[in-house]
């Protein structure tokens, strides 16, 4: 069966800019959507078809998908990026998580 | 606004079935899919499967297969998600999301709903 593989934890400095990978089996292939999850809500979709942003999703919000690895791009890191994210795909007939990775802004 | 309103917590006992309720709002219910996923405690996102609101189509994840059933009320707007045979590591909290179908994203969450099992 096909498996997303995300770090489980990437730390930032406010200001900089954080990236989270999501690694599979020619992903980029695929179409990746990304979610933010803060505590106790709700995941939030993030970036979608690999680099679309929904509307209302800051432009610092960004994604990339090529190989083996997609990649969420969170440029000026705010503390209010930190948060749980979790990558997506959809894979014969099922939809699929990366298990996650936290964001901890310094 | 699109909204998904989602029944309260539940706690049941191992054996047992819950069923939870995700009614929507906002948007031709009929036109989208609902996808049902959990989150244990502290633990990552497990889709559980995809039912079509304009046919009744269904796509279970295969870990559940047999043990859940989705369905859906058009004249309410209102999925379902029905788990039977709980155990404790069903303890989680169960959201519905529209979904249109295959790689679609799911681009509204509802509020999720907790269900704890426990003797």
């Known amino acids: 069966s096909y498996v997303l593989t995300q770090p489980p934890s990437v730390s930032v400095a406010p200001g900089k800019t954080a990236r989270i990978t999501c690694g599979g089996n020619n992903i980029g292939s695929k179409s990746v959507h990304w979610y933010q999850q803060k505590p106790g809500q709700a995941p939030v979709l993030v970036v979608y078809d690999d680099s679309d942003r929904p509307s209302g999703i800051p432009e610092r919000f960004s994604g990339s998908n090529s190989g083996n690895t997609a990649t969420l791009t969170i440029s000026r890191v705010e503390a209010g990026d930190e948060a749980d994210y979790y990558c997506q795909v959809w894979d014969s007939s099922s939809d699929l998580f990366g298990g996650g990775t936290k964001l901890t802004v310094l | 606004q699109v909204q998904l309103v989602q029944s309260g917590a539940e706690v049941k006992k191992p054996g047992a079935s819950v069923k939870v309720s995700c009614k929507a709002s906002g948007y031709t219910f009929t036109s989208y899919g609902i996808s049902w996923v959990r989150q244990a405690p502290g633990q990552g996102l497990e889709w559980m499967g995809w039912?079509?609101?304009?046919?009744?189509?269904?796509n279970y994840a295969q870990k559940l297969q047999g043990r859940v059933t989705m369905t859906t009320d058009t004249s309410t707007s209102t999925a379902y998600m029905e788990l039977r045979s709980l155990r404790s590591d069903d303890t989680a909290v169960y959201y519905c999301?529209?979904?249109?179908?295959?790689?679609?994203?799911?681009?509204?969450w509802g509020q999720g709903t907790l269900v704890t099992v426990s003797s």
């Open positions: 999301a529209r979904d249109r179908t295959g790689d679609a994203p799911m681009n509204y």
């Open positions: 039912i079509s609101a304009y046919n009744g189509n269904t």
